[in-house]
């Protein structure tokens, strides 16, 4: 995978190339590009996709404190790298964060949003708190054992690519978390920015996810000015990752209206 000089960072990403309209892919917390490998070898024939591992996770590494905005940027430079001048943003959990402020930085190049499992807002006193042990016990412990399990169980329920997510998160340099962290941890709020938002958004949503409640995406859905469409997926907080049928025939019918 090649390696992008963005903003004074490494940034590893794919790019399927060709002259169709873009998709560019933005991951959950602890998670990597690869998370979207169920939409990018569907939807790859028709669009062209961008992935990448944001800062901290993957391949691309970090020495220094940022904020989402920060990131926003990383996305729109990473475009810039590639000389593509308009995509659709999709995002889980924080890449939906960072796709938000993408259109706030650059509307322009933002044809449209795919939030998956997103959210506008931020963390309540005792998320941060909880947020903050993980995350710390994340960064320092030598084996993660029942932190690994629950965040898997957040991500992918009892689906059975949750193991193979679990390896991977014992056996890998778990250092940079700490940095991402505190750009999840301070987030600001941008619920007020919604009715900026003049693109249209697709939002999916896992009826059982337990990070950021279907409830929440039901209130973003009124909030925003130009809703394609609300679709409930009946699975967790990645439901991209388990329920990659329902995701991409969204995700098709979406970039179909946007490109007709």
Known sequence: ??????????????????????????????LNLTSFDKQVNVLKDTYRCVAWDERGFGKSVTNKYFTYWDSANDAISLLNHLNISEAVFAGVSKGGFISLRAYLTKPDMVKGIILIGSDSGTFTNDEQIEFSDLTEHWCNSKVLGDAAEAVGEIYFGDDPQKLKWIEYW??????????????????????????????????????????????????????????????EIDGPHGPNCTHPTETNNSIKEFMEYLNS
Do not use: W
Request: proline share 5%; aromatic share 6%; hydrophobic share 40%.
């Open 1 to 30: 995978m090649p390696i992008a000089d963005i903003n004074g960072n490494k940034i590893n990403y794919i790019d399927t190339g060709g002259n169709k309209p873009v998709i560019i892919f933005s991951h959950g917390f602890f």
């Open 170 to 231: 014992e056996n890998s340099d778990r250092t940079n978390v700490k940095y991402p962290a505190q750009a999840l941890l301070l987030r600001d709020n941008i619920t007020h920015k919604l009715k900026d938002i003049e693109c249209p958004i697709l939002i999916i949503h896992g009826k059982n996810d337990s990070a950021i409640t279907i409830d929440k995406a039901r209130a973003l859905s009124k909030r925003v000015p130009n809703l394609f469409k609300l679709v």
